[in-house]
């Protein structure tokens, strides 16, 4: 059976470059305004905006952009693209960095994801919500595709979208609601057997991590109405004796690996200490595992010269003695070595390789 997906490419691929590896995952987006009337899906010609560059993030929902973008030609003197409008004002604030993000809430027509050689894009979203910042730099750009990210900014009837769940024709069933990550491109729209077929193949009994719902669910537009718990993995460090649970976010926003902990005393002596994360699901253990031994220099835990691959560049122990949940986040280094695909129209998370086998049509 043919289906509609989309291979977006990515700025630069997650590939040592000499000494130095690229530690974001960067696509480029360009904002549509539409002389039609979008509330009501009446065509018109369309008017594109300037093509830039985003990370993609995990960690988060929505597009912050500089306010500019949304302009004419890119100057906010000018006017807004036709069919975008403004909102109310918002605040974001992002982890670990307390950067804090200030502007306003946009609606737009529609925003082309994925940059082809010829300057083409790959595909197109439907009218999604979006922020404008107003402190940030034209050289700002993020891209927020996670979920189970609670507490973003909203106002009524607007909160941030994610653009990934919201392409033209998932509303419909096709694409499918769903997205794989690779270390070179971002494929829209699989569905389990044909990513298990690409890029499951270290799996020796391929199956999903189920997501349980969230409650309450999101107030945002659209798909964001379906909305996902993070899964509950394993995380084993020496000093802790026992394995623990912990929920589990890949965070492609950040290279550092931050961990909180319900156990009072978990992080002293952590120098030395050595760190895995795995994956176990009902009766096999999925591919998915980072193993990896601590240092200390002035305060911080570094992994070692001989961690695998897929070591973060720092750990951070979060909430210490404080801690009312057990929570994770690996940030993007897995991400090198494995290939990650979020299931949102059904709930279920997969790890496998980053290898493609072929081409699905």
Known sequence: MSRTTFSIPQVNPLVPDGDKANDRIEVYIQFIGNTADPQHNIPGQEVPGLAHKVQVDTGS??????EEILHVDGDKTKDLLPGVTKGPACKIKYEPSNDQIEGNFYKVPSVAIGQNPDG????????????????????????????DRQGGPSAPGYALDNPYINFVGMSAGDPLVSYTITPTETVIGLNLPDYQLQYGRLLANPTEIKLE???PKTSGSGLNQKNWLTPQLQISISTLGSPISAAVLTDTGVTVMMMSCTTPDWADNLDGASVSVSANYTTFQMPYNIQFTLTEKDGKYFPVADSSSDAPSEFLPRAVGTATENFVNTGIHPLFTHSYYYNAQNGYVCFGAPTRAKNVT
């Open 61 to 66: 929902i929505g597009i912050v952009i500089p």
């Open 213 to 215: 719902p969230a409650s």
């Open 120 to 147: 083409t894009f790959v595909g197109h979203t439907a009218q999604i919500t979006v922020m404008g910042a107003t402190n940030m730099g034209m050289d700002y750009g993020m891209m927020g595709i996670g979920f």
